[in-house]
Nanobody
């Protein structure tokens, strides 16, 4: 069964931290690079970080130095450690493949950064 299940979001003050998790079907995890995407209110979904099967990773400029993407191969989980969060990080975060997401999405996890 193909699945993408995100968790770990919440309400956090500016400067705070959160760690997102995404459980991925092994059939996907073992064959594709993975990424975290964000959809802010009223905006299109954008990629914020991706990680290759080799472990190589890249980040969009706005999160460099603050976010870290990682993965656990044993349990097919992708993580996004977010630190020094800003209001503009607010949105629903999704994991999916990279480049080019699959034709379905998980439910996402809401991250709200507000004082």
């Amino acid at each position: 069964q193909v699945q993408l299940v995100e968790s770990g979001g919440g309400l956090v003050r500016p400067g705070g931290s959160l760690r997102l998790s995404c459980t991925v079907s092994k059939s996907i995890f073992n064959t594709r690079n993975m990424a975290w995407y964000r959809q802010a209110p009223g905006e299109q979904r954008i990629g914020v970080a991706w990680i290759a099967r080799s472990g190589y990773s890249e980040y969009t400029d706005s999160v460099k130095g603050r976010f870290t993407i990682s993965k656990n191969n044993a349990d097919a989980t992708v993580y996004l450690q977010m630190t020094n969060l800003k209001a503009e990080d607010t949105g629903v975060y999704y994991c999916n493949t990279h480049p080019g997401p699959l034709n379905f999405w998980g439910q996402g996890t809401q991250v709200t950064v507000s004082s």
